[in-house]
């Protein structure tokens, strides 16, 4: 055991120093903090392994999240450089201290090159024993290789998915991903309700990361809650298995001709119903999001944006008028039209519809589908400097509808 420990130290070691370049990343997520809440639970003799792929959060033009879950406590980094030969390594680091002892594993890799790509590996070095003056380390383990492309802040176009109300069908992924074909995407957005309640990690990990594998270790994806996520005993530790920019659950983006606000619209039932019994506030949070979305609208990105796209679960209107719904009609309507957004794009209604600019919104509204087959949507989203296409897609690869429309700026 000893010769196996001490061979393995030494291809670690031999591993970092042909490494040239390497930058402690700063700026923690929140997220990767997270890991000794589980400690108790994953200790076991099982050997070190990963439980996911890397999968890709928060792009910026110079920057990428990397995320990625092992089975045991660990030291984690990312190799990353502009050849498959790598080059440098970033490790996360807060307050003077590496992101050691999790197994939810996070890592931005900050000061890229814009539009650039990118060969990567993650590596996780079990921790076996973390004692005050004593830490005992065991098997590094890596994965393969994988690449992503940092933004082109001149990107003249963008292409993304939508899916949404999953609702714990893993297999809904990989269908939905079928029917777009070999058509190119940039990133894929999840619109809420990829699970019906959230009991443990498993089901994160066999309903959303694994399937999701198919495109998140290259292409980005990003999140929303919808209200189901915010049930069960999990619902909190979700929280940590993704990062959102700026690790909020409400955020902005821009991609090519794209200024995209995400909100979360929270639970559909009073803060006051018997179900949550005084667990949430979610009045408070969308009122803090309306805020908030005021003060992204009056940005200079916002204005001069060829297109502005609004992406939430719980849609405003062509809904129930259940209490939900109804605070994010009072809060954001008004805000949507005042600030003249383009495209909302929503889940929830498990009734999906495309809904051209009438008297209640001057915006093009969509409403993807699900759960169940016959019911569930695959949107695609496309932009350039001058046209804003989306289509929604059924199950079967049918065209249900689009919209195209032309910018105002
Ligand atoms: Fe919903």
């Known amino acids: 055991m000893k010769n196996e420990n001490s061979s393995r130290r ?65 030291l984690n980094w990312v190799e990353y450089g502009e050849t498959e030969q790598l080059g440098s390594k970033a490790q996360q680091s807060k307050k003077g201290m590496l992101n050691t002892h999790t197994r939810i594993n996070c890592v931005s890799l900050q000061h890229l090159k814009p539009n650039t790509k990118y060969y990567y590996k993650v590596f996780s070095k079990q921790i076996i024993e973390f004692q005050p003056y004593k830490m005992t380390l065991g098997e590094t383990i890596s994965s393969e290789l994988y690449h992503f492309s940092t933004l082109d802040p001149k990107a003249e176009e963008v292409n993304w998915l939508v899916m949404n109300d999953i609702h714990d069908r893993p297999n809904s992924f990989g269908d939905l991903l079928k029917i777009n074909g070999d058509r190119p995407f940039d990133f894929v957005f999840l619109n809420g309700d990829m699970f019906d309640y959230q009991t443990n990690e498993k089901q994160i990990i066999d309903h959303l990361l694994t399937p999701c594998s198919a495109f998140s270790s290259t292409k980005p994806l990003l999140y929303v809650r919808g209200n189901h996520e915010t049930r069960g005993q999990f619902s909190r530790d979700f929280l940590n298995y993704y990062y959102n920019y700026n690790n909020s659950e409400y955020y902005t983006f821009q991609w090519g001709p794209v200024f995209a606000i995400v909100l979360d619209t929270g639970e559909d039932k009073p803060d006051d119903h018997p179900v949550y019994a005084g667990s949430v506030s979610f009045d408070a949070y969308r009122e803090e999001q309306a805020i908030w979305l005021e003060q992204q609208m009056k940005t200079k990105a916002y204005k001069n944006a060829k297109f502005r796209v609004v992406m939430m679960h719980i849609p405003h209107l062509h809904s129930d008028d259940w209490h939900g719904t109804t605070e994010c009609k009072r809060l954001f309507g008004p805000l949507f039209e005042k600030y003249k957004i383009d495209l909302f794009v929503a889940g929830h209604t498990h009734k999906y519809g495309l809904y051209e600019p009438c008297e209640e919104h001057s915006y093009h509204f969509a409403i993807g589908g699900g759960p169940n087959t016959g019911n569930r949507t695959l949107t695609r989203i496309n932009a350039n400097t001058k046209t804003l296409k989306l289509e929604m897609l059924k199950d079967d690869g049918s065209l249900i509808g689009e919209f195209i429309r032309p910018t105002k700026r």
Request: a neutral charge; charged letters at 5%; hydrophobic letters at 40%.
């Open 10 to 74: 030494s291809f670690l070691t031999k591993t970092i120093a042909g490494v040239t370049g390497s930058v402690v990343a700063s700026s923690i997520p929140v997220a990767a903090l997270a890991g000794n809440q589980y400690s108790n639970a994953v200790l076991s003799d099982e050997s070190h392994r990963f439980l996911t792929q890397p999968y890709l959060q928060a792009p910026t033009t110079n920057s990428m999240t990397i995320m990625w879950l092992t089975n045991q406590l660990c």
